[in-house]
């Protein structure tokens, strides 16, 4: 018998029928003699609708009362879940992640899990019965109702996992495990069965969806075995099957080294740049520049300063597109005459393509390969930046697709 912790995601939370399925295969589970969480998601579609009509409210609605909006979606699931458990004789309980409670810190709508109390959960489970919890949301010390940011439900999962000790936490969705690329996108993406953790991280970090990067930091800081796995195969299916299907992260870093050297394909769409033309090129600038924008709590992510000429130089940097025309303003408003810049320019239409793998530690070449792939396609590159097991570059967003495709046969990583 092992305590296990299953996430269901939005689709697989869809309707009525698919959760009706999701209680057969947690009862599954549970009749072969373990005792389950489940942390589910909203049904798909229903936070985006909830953040939607937020929007025809107010243009810039007040973050607390957002997060006491988007935090229903998942409270609707738990108990449509419990429900489902209980009408086929399982007994279920859910809970809101402020009766868990799961404590966050204030940043409402990207709140981090600071602690989670399994003292009811351990009481519930020891009682038999299956126990659900809402993913994506938490409480602050003052109990205002928190959310984890979108996609968020994955990190609830392994956070609960790994406060409960689980044996094993298990994230559903709707593709049947980690791809070396967003299978929508390259059709013929193979499926990995095993990812190193530092590749998950890189690649969540990197823009592939399919789990939210905060989850891979859990799962990496408390060693918990994390696997992705399908929700819309026969509920029923053996469960021996079923628990060794999909993709393990796996944390025994050393045992692709000699594998692929590529092993796999991220890539962002929620791109912008900017750059600040003619500054003087002087000590301190790109913290004068960086500093205001960190202060306004936007993240920065590529950066370059280019070669000075007469004393001036141009700095450049990315920012997610959802904080660009709050970067600019702080640029114009609190920067460019402090600094002396000439002007500021943006392009909001860039996107970011990254190979990721451990194997690149061991393979010379595989920048070179990179860019020349590009250049066959006729790509330009606007920015590289590049890590020990990845090598991003900044792209046209009209071209990222092309990118991807091309990567991905260049590195052969398609299927057999
Ligand atoms: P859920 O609602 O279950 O959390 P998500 O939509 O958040 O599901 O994540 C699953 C999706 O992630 C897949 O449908 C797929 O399109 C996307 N995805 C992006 N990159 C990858 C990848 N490398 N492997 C698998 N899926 C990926
Ligand atoms: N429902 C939330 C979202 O759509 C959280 C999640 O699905 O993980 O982002
Ligand atoms: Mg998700």
């Not at 025809?56 to 957002?66: K, N, T, V, Y």
């Not at 790994?162 to 299978?183: F, K, S």
């Not at 628990?243 to 769409?269: V, W």
């Amino acid at each position: 018998m092992a305590l296990i912790v299953h996430k269901y995601g939005g689709t697989s939370m869809g309707s009525t029928e698919r959760i009706k399925n999701v209680a057969k295969r947690v009862a599954k589970w549970h009749d072969a003699g373990h005792q389950i969480v489940v942390v589910p998601s909203a049904m798909s579609g229903e936070t985006n609708r909830l953040l939607g009509l937020a929007k025809e409210i107010s243009a810039q609605p007040d973050p607390r009362e957002l997060d006491m909006l988007a935090s229903t979606g998942e409270q609707a699931s738990v108990a449509l879940l419990a429900m489902a458990l209980q009408a086929i004789g399982k007994q279920a309980v859910s809970y809101a992640g402020w009766q868990v409670a799961i404590k966050t810190d204030s940043a409402h709508t990207k709140a981090r899990i600071r602690s989670i109390d399994d003292t009811k959960v351990r009481q519930d489970l020891d009682a038999g019965k299956v126990v659900i919890i809402t993913g994506f949301q938490g409480v602050d010390e003052q109990g205002n109702i928190t959310t984890l940011g979108r996609g968020g439900s994955d990190t609830s999962a392994v956070a609960v996992a790994a406060a409960l000790q689980a044996a094993e936490c298990l994230i559903y969705t709707d593709v049947d495990g980690v791809y070396t690329t967003d299978p929508r996108v390259v059709s013929d993406a193979r499926r990995l069965k095993t990812v190193t953790f530092e590749e998950m991280l890189e690649m969540a970090s990197l823009g592939s969806k399919v789990l939210q990067i905060r989850s891979v930091e859990f799962a990496g800081n408390y060693k918990m075995p994390t696997r992705v796995l399908s929700s819309l195969t026969d509920p029923l299916m053996p469960l021996e099957e079923e628990a060794i299907s999909g993709t393990l992260i796996s944390f025994e870093e050393d045992t692709k080294m000699e594998q692929a050297t590529i092993t796999g394909i991220a890539f962002n769409r929620d791109e912008t740049k900017i750059t600040v033309l003619g500054v003087p090129d002087r000590p301190g600038i790109a913290y004068q520049i960086l500093g205001a924008v960190a202060d306004a709590n936007i993240e920065v992510d590529m950066i370059i300063q280019n070669q000075s000429v007469d004393g001036k130089t141009d700095f450049t940097f990315t920012v997610p597109r959802g904080e660009y025309t709050k970067a600019m303003d702080v640029l114009n408003e609190k920067v460019k005459t402090h600094v002396g810049a000439a002007s500021i320019t943006g392009d909001a239409k860039v996107s970011k393509v990254s190979v990721v793998g451990v194997g690149m530690r061991s393979h010379v070449g595989i920048a070179s390969q990179m860019f020349r792939t590009l250049s066959e396609e006729g790509i330009n590159i606007q920015m590289i930046s590049t890590s020990e097991i990845k090598i991003s570059v900044l792209i046209d967003e009209k071209y990222m697709e092309l990118a991807v495709r091309a990567l991905h046969k260049a590195f052969g990583l398609e299927s057999a």
